[in-house]
């Protein structure tokens, strides 16, 4: 017997509650993405990640999650890391974020990101408000939700909720919808 549809649900469910707690107004699709760099890692080393440079190669999937190795945070950069080539196909970037140091998300990105995509770090959650991510728990925290964000620079679409699986599948869909490789 396996544990990993155990953990999945219970990681829904985690989240769930957490999630009902968070309720916020997120960017809506058109609304120009603020703009920011900061400090990332991918595959345990550091890198300055800016999001106008991320464009410039294609539309990027930024997801704000709540806590590094917390169960639904866990998954969700687990089922990341799974759909990175399909996402990398389509010729997006997928970048996570979190009020987490610097040092947490380098082992982070090892562990739980498999060494296939980045995490950012934003412990100051200067862009955790400035995406209208935070937490209703706390300010200095983000809520689970992801955002397309297309070439353009614009808010192409938003997912809020608390199960990680789903901001995979829907942030692929919305990706796909945007013409592949190149497009907007």
Avoid at 44 to 70: C, E, H, I, N
Wanted: charged share 20%; glycine share 8%; aromatic share 10%.
């Amino acid at each position: 017997m396996t544990l990993q549809p155990f953990v999945r649900h219970a990681a829904v469910l985690a989240t769930l509650v957490f999630s009902l707690a968070c309720a916020h107004a997120a960017l809506k699709p058109g609304d120009a993405a603020p703009t920011f760099s900061t400090e990332a890692a991918r595959g345990g080393k550091t890198f300055s990640f800016q999001l106008g440079d991320a464009l410039k190669r294609g539309p990027v999937v930024l997801y704000f999650f709540p806590k590094a190795f917390t169960q639904g945070c866990t998954v969700e950069a687990n089922l990341f890391a799974e759909a990175s080539e399909r996402f990398a196909a389509l010729g997006a970037t997928v970048v996570g974020i979190s009020a987490d140091n610097i040092d947490t998300l380098k082992r982070f990105s090892v562990e739980a990101c498999r060494d296939k995509f980045a995490v950012a770090a934003d412990a100051s959650a200067k862009v955790i408000k400035a995406y209208d991510a935070q937490s209703s728990w706390s300010a200095d925290m983000s809520d689970r939700i992801s955002y397309v964000i297309g070439k353009d620079g614009r808010i192409a679409f938003t997912h809020h909720g608390p199960d990680p699986q789903a901001h995979v599948q829907n942030t692929l869909k919305a990706v796909e919808a945007l013409g592949g490789p190149g497009q907007r």
